[in-house]
């Protein structure tokens, strides 16, 4: 199971960035997917998350109005707008292999694939 995350970036306050997890090899409808982020010195937060229906999509209340969740063609995506410098992070996609078609979990525990993250930082 290959999957990667990209987009990551240097960006101004206020500007947007779309991260991108891309699956290769293996069927991503079958999965629940969601992002993660660590910012420097502070603890690994869900940021959101997506149902493999993609009729399910959560948000940390830090990111509602401004981030958005999306899947298509075997790729997971993270719309981020209105960037702050408390979004600077590496920002991390991750899957879990379910049958329940309604999942979506911001904790971290359910998920067993993980990527190789993706910088972000919001700076002027």
């Known amino acids: 199971l290959q999957f990667a995350e990209s987009g990551g970036d240097l960006v101004q306050p206020g500007g947007s960035l779309r991260l991108s997890c891309t699956a290769s090899?293996?069927?991503?409808?079958?999965?629940?997917a969601a992002w993660f982020r660590r910012a420097p010195g502070k603890e690994r937060e869900g940021v959101s998350c997506i149902s493999r229906s993609a009729d399910i999509a959560n948000y940390a209340d830090s990111v509602k109005g401004r981030f958005t969740i999306s899947r298509d063609n075997g790729t997971i995506y993270l719309q981020m707008h209105s960037l702050k410098p408390e979004d600077t992070a590496i920002y991390y996609c991750a899957l879990v292999l379910t049958t329940d078609r309604a999942m979506c979990e911001m904790a971290p525990r359910p998920y067993n694939y993980w990527g190789q993250g993706t910088q972000v930082i919001v700076s002027s």
């Open positions: 090899g293996f069927i991503l409808d079958y999965y629940a």
